[in-house]
């Protein structure tokens, strides 16, 4: 495709002919990038929580934020590991 001015647009921009841009890097990026937010968030969110608790219901709700916390750790680990897996 020509632009008016003789200028022809370039589908992906490649800086290193040698190793083109492809959709699987960049989804694997992509993936690395949300598994990490993802992790970051559920562990912000557990230790948050426990804090906003009184001291008398932590031993209570120990299990629970715990557990939330760690199925966020876990899942965003996976994702981010997934990522790295398709680099």
């Known amino acids: 495709m020509s632009l008016p ?3 022809a647009l370039a589908a ?3 800086p290193n002919p040698n190793h083109s841009s492809t959709w699987s ?3 694997g990026f992509l993936a690395l990038a949300l598994g ?3 992790a970051l ?3 912000y969110a557990a230790i948050s929580t426990w804090r906003g608790l009184d001291p008398s219901r932590r031993r209570d709700q120990a299990l629970p934020v715990t557990l939330t916390g760690g199925c966020f750790l876990v ?3 996976a994702v981010a590991a997934f990522g790295v897996w398709i680099l």
Request: with cysteine; glycine share 28%; hydrophobic share 55%.
């Open 5 to 7: 001015g003789g200028t």
């Open 12 to 14: 992906v921009f490649t």
């Open 25 to 27: 890097g960049f989804f």
């Open 36 to 38: 990490c937010a993802i």
């Open 41 to 43: 968030i559920g562990l």
């Open 75 to 77: 899942v965003g680990a």
